[in-house]
T-cell receptor, first 112, second 111 residues
Framework: GQQLNQSPQSMFIQEGEDVSMNCTSSSIFNTWLWYKQDPGEGPVLLIALYKAGELTSNGRLTAQFGITRKDSFLNISASIPSDVGIYFC????????????FGKGMKLTVNP | DAGITQSPRYKITETGRQVTLMCHQTWSHSYMFWYRQDLGHGLRLIYYSAAADITDKGEVPDGYVVSRSKTENFPLTLESATRSQTSVYFC??????????FGPGTRLTVL
């Protein structure tokens, strides 16, 4: 089936640093979503992107829908300890499928 | 409160037993989904439902059964639990062709 390549798989950063992660696919996607999962909880939607080239911010988070519709990135600026968690990208493939394809996640550790 | 809830949050059972995991959403979303999350595999879709009485298989449906008699409920049943079904199970809901919202998860251990 379709897969999303999410990189890096993990990052260790110092509080205050910026972090960037991305997701790529060999297929075209209509929607890109970014989720965060805290330990013991379900994924929580951070940002949703619907148009190629779209750049959306949510506080310290910024995400973009790639022009080719095959990639997306998420930036976190000025990281804080509560940013710790696993970040997942997800996409709705072209063709109108209601099913999402998920990346395997990036584990973020923030050292105070 | 509006949202999506799952019960139980934790469950320990034995091999061969039947187990039902419950999912309830108050948004009246048409679509509902069941995923399992395992280390190294990420989130994998088990079953999904487009509306009441409409269900379809996902990536890993074997050993699971679902039903959806009401829009707000989407129970997942393990008919005869196996150790390989030890996992964290997440339910999600969404309006058509839109973002999915996840429940808090059920951690299932099969001994």
């Amino acid at each position: 089936g379709q897969q999303l390549n999410q990189s890096p798989q993990s990052m260790f950063i110092q509080e205050g640093e910026d972090v960037s992660m991305n997701c790529t696919s060999s297929s075209i996607f209509n929607t890109w979503l970014w989720y965060k999962q805290d330990p013991g909880e379900g994924p929580v939607l951070l940002i949703a992107l619907y148009k190629a080239g779209e750049l959306t911010s949510n506080g310290r988070l910024t995400a973009q829908f790639g022009i080719t519709r095959k990639d997306s990135f998420l930036n976190i600026s000025a990281s804080i300890p509560s940013d710790v968690g696993i970040y997942f990208c997800a996409g709705q493939p072209q063709g109108g499928s209601e099913k999402l394809v998920f990346g395997k996640g990036m584990k973020l550790t923030v050292n105070p | 409160d509006a949202g999506i809830t799952q019960s139980p949050r934790y469950k320990i059972t034995e091999t061969g037993r039947q187990v039902t995991l419950m999912c309830h959403q108050t948004w009246s979303h048409s679509y509902m989904f069941w995923y399992r999350q395992d280390l190294g595999h990420g989130l994998r879709l088990i079953y999904y439902s487009a509306a009441a009485d409409i269900t379809d298989k996902g990536e890993v449906p074997d050993g699971y059964v679902v039903s959806r008699s009401k829009t707000e409920n989407f129970p997942l049943t393990l008919e005869s639990a196996t150790r390989s079904q030890t996992s964290v199970y997440f339910c999600a809901s969404s309006p058509p062709y839109n973002e999915q919202f996840f429940g808090p998860g059920t951690r299932l251990t099969v001994l």
